[in-house]
């Protein structure tokens, strides 16, 4: 038969078992089978978790098992710190000197917590966290009301005290899904993916992080900005022709039939004209240049169209083409003079 302090641990065991079904630490569809389980263990040992006299008997509230087990690893840390100055604690420690009274409270106020996220009392879980973090400035009641926050709706705050648990413990895996969290839901998607990705490279096996990873990189390919058509295709250039910016006016001749027109009457085909690059681009270059208007009052083409006009037809392009003062005022309208 079990003894009083057998007792006592099984009693708290069952009241850890019965606190991790209410609080959410397991899954849905694993509660029954846990319930059986403390029944066939408070049995077993003759235990009743629900008489209020074994509760008397055996409770150690407002402590609890979990918290017991912290403080024994905190101090378990820093014995092993004194005793290997060059040793690093693999438990995260506080930036202050708490006394054991005020770490078991806050460990006590983080359980509530637990249990109010489990029924989606964000805010009042915000409270018993923030009472915790005034007892104990630790980094798992910091990452703990970051994710109250994140149910709240307020994932500003939520990144704030992800950010402060790895302050606290960069090392701290799961205040960095929070932070990741976090950013994700507020759209920054990339911050979210450099959360994960740093998750990551301390639990490479976390696999609800590398779904969250891969969810965040999906979302940032979908915000990045597409680029246009335009981007996509190169400028064309219209000073293919000879040096300095002048374009190749014998080619764009040869390009309008030479000095026929393959309209009607004798005209250039005007849609050929405006679908050949080199001519888009030197009626562009013109424009953007202020020479249009220059440009038709030249001697030249005022009397080419006074000559078209007349019915004369087209001119030959390939003698306007070596016409020294075309030359010149082409260069002038296109660049090619500074």
């Known amino acids: ?7 006592q641990l ?17 899954k849905e569809d694993d509660k029954e089978s846990l319930d059986v389980a ?10 009743d978790p629900d008489s209020a006299e074994d509760e008397k008997a055996y409770s150690i509230k ?12 905190k101090t378990k840390a820093k014995t092993f710190a004194s005793a290997s100055p060059h040793s690093e604690a693999s438990v995260p420690q506080s930036s ?12 006590s106020l983080k359980t509530k917590g637990n249990q109010l996220m489990g029924q989606k009392l964000y805010d009042s879980a915000i409270e018993q966290y923030t009472e915790a ?25 939520a990144v704030e005290d992800a950010e402060k648990a790895l302050q606290l413990d960069p090392k701290f895996t799961k205040a960095y899904s929070r932070l990741g969290h976090a950013h994700f839901s507020l759209g920054n998607y990339s911050d979210a993916v450099t959360a994960y990705e740093n998750g990551l490279e301390l639990d490479p096996n976390n696999a609800n992080m590398k779904t969250a990873l891969s969810t965040a990189k999906s979302k940032l390919a979908e915000s990045s900005p597409r680029p ?41 085909d005007l849609a050929s004209m405006m679908n050949n690059p080199q001519m888009m ?3 562009q270059q013109m424009m953007a240049n202020g020479g249009l208007e220059r440009l038709m009052q030249n001697p030249t083409l005022r009397n080419m169209a006074e000559n078209m006009r007349s019915g004369g037809g087209m001119p030959d392009f390939s003698s306007l083409a070596n016409d020294p003062s075309m030359k010149d005022l082409a260069q002038q309208f296109m660049g090619g003079r500074q």
């Not at 202050?96 to 460990?107: L, P, V």
Request: hydrophobic content about 35%; charged content about 20%; some cysteine.
């Open 228 to 268: 246009t058509a335009a981007d996509r295709e190169p400028p064309q250039n219209g000073n293919s022709g000879n040096s300095g910016g002048m374009p190749d006016l014998a080619s764009l001749a040869s390009a309008l039939g030479g000095g026929g027109g393959s309209g009607s009457g004798g005209m250039p």
């Open 62 to 73: 407002p402590a609890s098992l979990v918290s017991i087990l912290d403080v024994f690893l």
């Open 10 to 26: 099984v009693y708290n065991i069952i009241d850890f078992l019965r606190t991790s079904s209410q609080d959410g630490t397991i």
């Open 1 to 7: 038969m079990a003894d009083a302090k057998k007792k």
């Open 96 to 107: 202050t000197d708490i006394s054991e009274t005020d770490k078991i409270k806050a460990e």
């Open 133 to 157: 973090i005034k007892l104990d400035p630790n980094p798992v009641y910091y990452s703990n009301r970051a994710a109250a926050w994140g149910g709240a709706g307020q994932h500003e705050k």
């Open 38 to 47: 403390v029944q066939c263990i408070a049995e077993a040992f003759g235990v």
């Open 281 to 283: 681009a030197m009626a």
